[in-house]
């Protein structure tokens, strides 16, 4: 594992690199983060799907939003969807040169979901799969609650650039018939997502699976939802 | 490295074959203010939560700190640990964070001396546990940190009760009969093993030798009081009581804070946290030429610079600042 900074001087981005413990072969994988609070919470278990993927073959690349984790900024230094947006597309190339890949697959829980659909869109060449763990869903996204508001930890507590971003997001699968899509839940959550229906999307569901972006009792993180983190390496390794 | 106006931060890996990850944060110039570890909450990563261990890191190196920030063996992105037992790792691990800040950034700074561990939680307690065994530790800010229970918890815990029309409706309708065997039913909560976290807590006893241990060579410790300890804390006197031999008036500051929470969900408190910090930091002048020795056996460091007679005024309402 290779902790490190990239993008802009003066507006690095913290990044983890997992190289692959495979010299041919290879497949690359970005890892996209979810929102707020969840982002704190399913970090061990990003982590852990991180190592499974490096293990399986992948070389892996987590990274920090601007405003997020150890990048760069405060969340208010966020003013739009597109500085995340930036963020990711710079991540992407970044794994690319430390890879020696023209390609990779991004893997995005929750927002992060969100946001790898919109990255592929935006990058329809250099993305060839894309897995999305328990996608939001429209209403899941509100406005971050008030100062001193009882749910301000269980929000996402999104800046307002994003959320408007999202809302005017058109909220699906990317079409492309090349690209090979996973959409992956527990079974009682099963999103409905616009393009699920589409041949090249499979779909996974793992009943009562953790939700690891969710707090476990009071010890501050959700708990490894680890079935369902080894059928998604079975799916992306290469 | 990269760099912003005030600060330069970079990912380190340190300690046992460089398995330890952490974030060092140091300021721009010369540093002139004592190096500091933030010790995590938990089993959450080194960032803290809301991101409050970054906010404070990038704060202290702007004023002349160095910072790190790192995650415990197992936790983050560390890897796990390979001592005998889970203190052993620990102790291991903050003995490498701190070896780590005794050396230079680049060939600009001095060696350092000594170190302050800021805590979180049960980072809180990990900071107390450890300075006992390194002198090198000259201050411990302690957020939300374990206090024992004591007999004015429970004498203000009843009053409390006997005082809330809540308590007595309770009694008269039956509902807390009710509650009661709704609990005995539910098998009570789920109780994390007391190693569950990481945690090296003290006993009653063992926490006010240490106490005394850390105040009779000088250490300064702070203990900042969220509303999040209320339930098991509920007045800042109770720290005192908790230490009965081990309590320094001339070491030891409690904050009082219920205007914050546990998890520093607001900006303000995060400021507010960092500001408190920075004017009870006991140690100026950390530039190569000051007069630095160790604490000698009467506690008190010859060439040391005089602790701040006080702390700011608190502006914010519901704080208070408890200097017993």
């Known amino acids: 594992m290779i902790a490190l900074h990239f993008g802009h001087q003066k507006r690095p981005l913290l990044g983890i690199y997992h190289p692959s413990i495979r010299n041919t072969g290879r497949r690359a994988v970005l890892i996209m983060n979810p929102g707020g609070w969840e982002y704190l919470r399913a970090y061990r278990s990003l982590r852990y799907l991180a190592e499974r993927l490096q293990e399986a073959g992948c070389d892996v690349f987590r990274f920090d939003y601007r405003g997020t984790g150890d990048s760069w900024g405060n969340i208010s230094d966020v003013t739009s969807l597109d500085d995340w947006m930036d963020d990711s597309a710079l991540a992407v ?32 060449r250099q993305i060839d799969r894309l897995v999305l763990w328990e996608p939001l869903s429209p209403a899941e996204l509100r406005p971050p609650p008030r ?61 009562d699976s953790p939700k690891c972006w969710i707090e476990e009792s009071d010890f501050g993180a959700g708990a490894v939802p680890v079935p369902m983190i080894a059928s998604i390496t079975r799916w992306v390794a290469p | 490295m990269t760099s912003s106006p005030q600060y330069r931060e970079r990912p380190i890996q340190f300690g046992r074959q460089g398995s330890l990850l952490g974030i060092r944060t140091d300021p721009l110039q010369i540093p002139t203010g004592v190096p500091i570890v933030i010790l995590g909450a938990g089993i959450l990563p080194r960032m803290g939560p ?27 992105d560390s890897a796990p640990g390979g001592g005998a037992s889970l203190e052993s790792m620990v102790l291991e691990d903050i003995r490498a964070a701190v070896d780590h800040m005794m050396e230079p950034m680049d060939s600009r700074g001095p060696v350092g001396r000594e170190v302050v561990l800021v805590g979180y939680c049960s980072g809180a307690d990990n900071a107390f546990y450890y300075a006992v065994g390194d002198p090198r530790v000259s201050g411990i800010v302690m957020f939300d940190p374990t206090i024992h229970e ?3 918890f429970r004498r203000r815990e009843l009053r409390r009760r006997l005082l809330s029309w809540e308590t007595w409706w309770n009694v008269v309708s039956g509902r807390s009969l009710l509650l009661r065997l709704r609990k005995i039913i539910a098998g009570g909560p789920v109780e994390p093993p007391p190693d569950y976290y990481g945690l ?125």
């Not at chain 1, 507590?157 to 899509?181: H, K, Q, S």
Request: proline share 8%; net charge negative.
């Open chain 1, 93 to 124: 190339e970044e794994l690319c040169g430390l890879a020696s890949v023209n390609r990779v697959s991004l893997v995005g829980l929750r927002l992060g979901s969100i946001l790898a659909a919109e990255l592929a869109r935006r990058l329809p």
């Open chain 1, 147 to 207: 100062p001193g508001s009882p749910d301000q930890q269980a929000a996402l507590a999104l800046p307002d650039g994003v959320l408007e971003g999202l809302a005017a997001m058109r909220f699906g699968i990317p079409e492309d018939p090349r690209r090979r899509v996973l959409v992956a839940a527990s079974e009682a959550d099963a999103p409905s997502i616009e393009g699920t229906a589409s041949a090249s999307v499979s779909t996974i569901s793992i009943r």
């Open chain 2, 50 to 76: 809301s991101r409050v261990s970054v906010h404070l890191a990038r704060d202290l190196a702007a004023a002349g700190h160095p910072v790190l920030r790192f995650d415990i063996s197992g936790i983050g």
């Open chain 2, 150 to 152: 004591t007999a004015g």
């Open chain 2, 200 to 324: 090296l807590v003290s006993s009653a006893h063992d926490g006010d030798e240490r106490a005394l241990n850390l105040a009779g060579r000088g250490t300064h410790i702070m203990f900042v009081l969220s509303r999040g300890v209320h339930h098991y804390c509920n007045s800042p006197e109770q720290v005192r009581e908790s230490l009965p031999r081990g309590f320094s008036d001339d070491r030891f500051t409690v904050v009082w804070a219920p205007h914050v929470d546990h998890v520093f969900s607001e900006v303000a408190h995060q400021e507010w946290f960092a500001s408190t910090l920075k004017a009870w930091l006991p140690f100026d002048g950390f530039g190569a030429d000051a007069e630095r020795t160790r604490p000698g056996p009467d506690g008190e460091s010859a060439g040391r610079p005089p602790r701040p007679s006080s702390l700011p005024n608190d502006t914010t309402p519901g704080a208070s600042i408890f200097v017993p």
